[in-house]
């Protein structure tokens, strides 16, 4: 547990992130001692003709090593559920979670269980303007010259790292965002994608450090997004932001690129074919993507003996001259065209058309590419099919006014307590890009106000969906002068949860959808520092399990919520054992003692276990009533007599039945 880590954090280098993922990725390049096999590499690539590159293109900036090790080090946090908010109805058996704390101890955490698991990222992180209220807060923990040791930089640059607290740099935003950005890479699916928003202050080097940990091949685009005049400078005015898009993994969206691509509203035969090809393949994503491709084919072309009424799609972009063409005399060319049930003269628009030869345009209408009103009154506008427009690529620019969403989040929460929320129907394009049907687990570790959330259960009550979120959002203090505070709230994240809940309400009055409208509740909380001590001063070879109690209850009321430390524990270790935070859980009574088991592992966590219990525990496993395969212990809870004696009777089972013991401190 927390003294286990603590151990690891103290020799854990700066590369040693990297360095685990390379051993999972190619055990064989490692010798018996750990030693890395360069030449077999070298000679491997060299046979297939990969070229060695010595000098790349790379962002470095100062604090680069010391993120590195950021990224390597354990979190020392725990997770402490809310018992009572995630007793009520609605929250109980959701497979939604909101949780409170550092994003970088929840993404620490999140791996454990979610690793590969997460379909789309997307995250707002501060923009670093200045007047965004950004700072580097790390607090380190250690002197420079302990940082020298840690990370083998020299002392000037110890300095330097250490004197970035307090700051807002791109060197203090960069040591911010890349270890974030580093775990969550590893969150992701093979098929996933993270989007980052992110304005022209940070634009340039988030690109490059996306580059650097996605690589610039799984790089698929920067949307634009147009949100209105803000009038901020004296020289530009800045109306717009962006959204980098990057995959993890480029092959698989070369190879599925069907869907990647947009859905026209209000069109859903494509759509729904989709969902049917993922089902035929039994969740093959390529081989769904090849039936699609061979179904997309077969739809009726263009040949009006072929078309059939529901195929039709009016061209918004109507037919009227485009601005960026010159034409003789301004606009574009003017000629009469009739209206074929009024036989009158139809609106010229003040463009001119889009056809420079009235014949074109005749034969445009005689073909039925032509959408006219009731009368001439109306500028007529181009007809297409249901298969040239029912997916197409997503434009780069996005127009729509920030200040619409902000207007809704008012209304909704009943005062102005959060500037600049994002726009949840964007939200809900950028989630129907990246997922390929309509589930998959979304996670916003900058949630904010709660935009991904509102838009993750929108999307779900427009299309039956079963989407899943995960928000992470740090209890920062909101300042009394601002309203939100007047209106009762005192930190972020009180906005975030309290505007999902209303918008949950809001969404089910509208639509009745059945969906899962609630979440489960956690928060990171660290020991204080008196619990960390006696935790490391316990020795279980002299005894001192006796006042065992004393340890578990240590972890009692974290977070002022009442939660008995026995849920903090499990809660921590169910996602570091691979479970999650939504996992089923059962207790096994023993001769006096309640085991908690999940999955395939039993928990020791409450002291009182007895050598009744031990054999009793040992017989179950034996005669097959108890299925496990591992026995977690608090160290602290378990008499050193018992404990041995526990050993040495798991010790002597058959080889089928065979069980892991494993203490955590």
């Known amino acids: 547990m927390i003294k286990n880590i603590r151990e690891y954090n103290e020799s854990v280098k700066s590369h040693d992130f990297d360095l685990k993922k390379l051993r999972a990725a190619l055990p064989d390049y490692f010798d018996d001692d750990g030693n890395f096999k360069f030449d077999?590499?070298?000679?491997?690539?060299?046979?297939?003709?990969?070229?060695?590159?010595?000098?790349?293109?790379e962002l470095k900036f100062l604090g680069k090593s010391y993120a590195k090790y950021l990224t390597s080090t354990k979190t020392e946090t725990v997770i402490v559920p809310d018992l009572k908010h995630n007793a009520k109805p609605v929250n109980q058996d959701s497979e939604n979670l909101y949780i409170v704390g550092d994003n970088l101890d929840a993404l620490k955490h999140l791996l454990g269980s979610y690793a590969g698991k997460v379909k789309c990222i997307y995250i707002d992180p501060p923009y670093n303007t200045g007047t965004d209220g950004f700072a580097y807060n790390d607090d380190f923990?250690?002197?420079?010259?302990?940082?020298?040791?840690?990370?083998?930089?020299?002392?000037?640059?110890?300095?330097?790292?250490?004197?970035?607290?307090?700051?807002?740099?791109?060197?203090?935003?960069?040591?911010?965002?890349?270890?974030?950005?580093?775990?969550?890479?590893?969150?992701?699916?093979d098929d996933g994608a993270i989007?980052?928003?992110?304005?022209?202050?940070?634009?340039?080097?988030?690109?490059?450090?996306?580059?650097?940990?996605?690589?610039?091949?799984?790089?698929?685009?920067?949307?634009?997004?147009?949100?209105?005049r803000k009038n901020d400078s004296k020289y530009i005015s800045t109306s717009h932001e962006y959204a980098l898009v990057y995959a993890n993994n480029f092959e698989y969206i070369n190879s599925n690129n069907i869907h990647w691509k947009v859905k026209k509203k209000g069109l859903n035969s494509i759509y729904k074919r989709s969902r049917e090809a993922l089902k035929e393949s039994n969740g093959d994503y390529l081989e769904a993507g090849n039936i699609m491709r061979s179904w997309y084919k077969s739809l009726p072309d263009s040949d009006p003996a072929k078309r059939h009424s529901h195929y039709n799609k009016l061209d918004q972009r109507g037919l009227y001259f485009a601005d960026n063409i010159s034409w003789p005399g301004g606009g574009g060319p003017r000629y009469e065209v009739i209206h074929p049930k009024t036989k009158k003269p139809v609106k010229i628009p003040s463009r001119g058309w889009i056809f420079s030869d009235p014949q074109r345009m005749q034969e445009m209408i005689n073909d039925d590419r032509v959408s006219f009103g009731k009368n001439e009154d109306k500028v007529p506008t181009l007809k297409r099919y249901l298969h040239e427009t029912e997916y197409e690529s997503p434009y780069s620019v996005i127009y729509k006014d920030g200040r619409s969403a902000s207007k809704r989040l008012t209304t909704l929460m009943g005062n102005k307590v959060f500037n600049f929320p994002k726009d949840e129907d964007i939200l809900i394009d950028f989630l129907n890009l990246v997922l390929q049907d309509n589930s998959g687990c979304i996670l916003d570790f900058f949630s904010g106000s709660g935009s991904t959330a509102h838009a993750v259960m929108k999307a779900n009550a427009q299309d039956s969906g079963k989407r899943k979120y995960i928000m992470v959002q740090i209890p920062e203090e909101i300042d009394s002068s601002k309203p939100a505070y007047k209106a009762g709230y005192h930190t972020i994240d009180e906005i975030g949860r309290e505007r999902i809940k209303r918008a949950a309400v809001k969404i089910k009055s509208e639509t009745s959808a059945d969906i899962d409208y609630g979440f489960r509740l956690f928060r990171l909380e660290e020991p204080s520092g008196q619990v960390l001590d006696d935790l490391e001063a316990f020795n279980p070879e002299q005894g001192e399990a006796v006042f065992s109690g004393d340890y578990v209850s240590k972890f009692n009321n974290l977070d002022q919520q009442g939660t008995p430390g026995r849920d903090t524990i499990l809660a921590t270790w169910f996602v570091q054992d691979g479970y999650g935070l939504t996992a089923d859980t059962r207790q096994v009574e023993l001769a006096g003692y309640s085991l908690d088991v999940c999955g395939d592992s039993a928990y020791i966590i409450e002291p009182g276990l007895t050598s009744k219990d031990v054999v009793l525990l040992v017989s179950m496993i034996e005669n097959g009533s108890l299925n496990i395969s591992r026995i977690v212990v608090f160290g602290y809870s378990i008499d050193f007599s018992v404990m041995h004696e526990l050993k040495k009777n798991l010790s002597a089972l058959k080889p089928e039945k065979s069980v892991t013991l494993i203490e955590r401190f």
């Open 195 to 228: 989007i980052i928003s992110i304005d022209e202050n940070e634009f340039k080097n988030i690109n490059i450090l996306a580059d650097d940990i996605f690589g610039e091949i799984n790089y698929i685009g920067t949307f634009v997004w147009s949100g209105g």
């Open 40 to 57: 077999r590499l070298q000679s491997t690539l060299q046979d297939n003709n990969v070229n060695l590159i010595k000098e790349g293109y």
């Open 141 to 189: 923990g250690f002197t420079p010259s302990q940082l020298v040791d840690k990370i083998g930089i020299s002392e000037d640059e110890a300095q330097r790292v250490y004197d970035l607290q307090g700051k807002s740099s791109h060197s203090a935003w960069l040591t911010f965002m890349y270890p974030r950005l580093q775990l969550a890479k590893d969150l992701l699916s």
